[in-house]
C-alpha cells in the first residue's frame, strides 16, 4: 500500500487572483518579506500497488485526467510506502 501527494499549482503564466488576495492580507496583517504567493490544492491518496512506480503511475494518470487542468496548472507526485503497524 502505498501513499501519493499530489501536488497541484498554477503554471507561473497564469494570474492567480486567490494568491494575490493572499498575500494583500497577510501584507496587513504585518507579514514582512512575503513577496508573492500563489495558491494551489494538495491530494492524499491511498493506492494499493505492488510497487512504488505502479502506485506513481496511477496517481499520474489521475493527475492527468481528473486532478490538474492541463492548459493552466501543472503537478508533481509524491509516493511514500505505507507500513502496517
Do not use: C, W, Y
Amino acid at each position: 500500500m502505498f501513499k501519493a501527494e499530489i501536488t497541484v499549482t498554477l503554471r507561473p503564466s497564469i494570474l492567480d487572483p486567490q494568491g494575490k488576495a493572499a498575500h494583500h492580507a497577510l501584507d496587513e496583517l504585518g507579514f514582512e518579506g512575503v513577496r508573492q504567493v500563489r495558491i494551489g490544492k494538495f491530494v492524499e491518496m491511498e493506492i494499493e500497488a505492488a510497487t512504488a512506480e505502479e502506485a506513481e503511475r496511477v496517481a499520474r494518470e489521475a493527475g492527468d485526467k481528473l486532478l490538474a487542468n492541463p492548459v493552466m496548472e501543472d503537478f508533481e507526485v509524491v509516493i511514500h510506502e505505507l507500513t502496517s503497524a
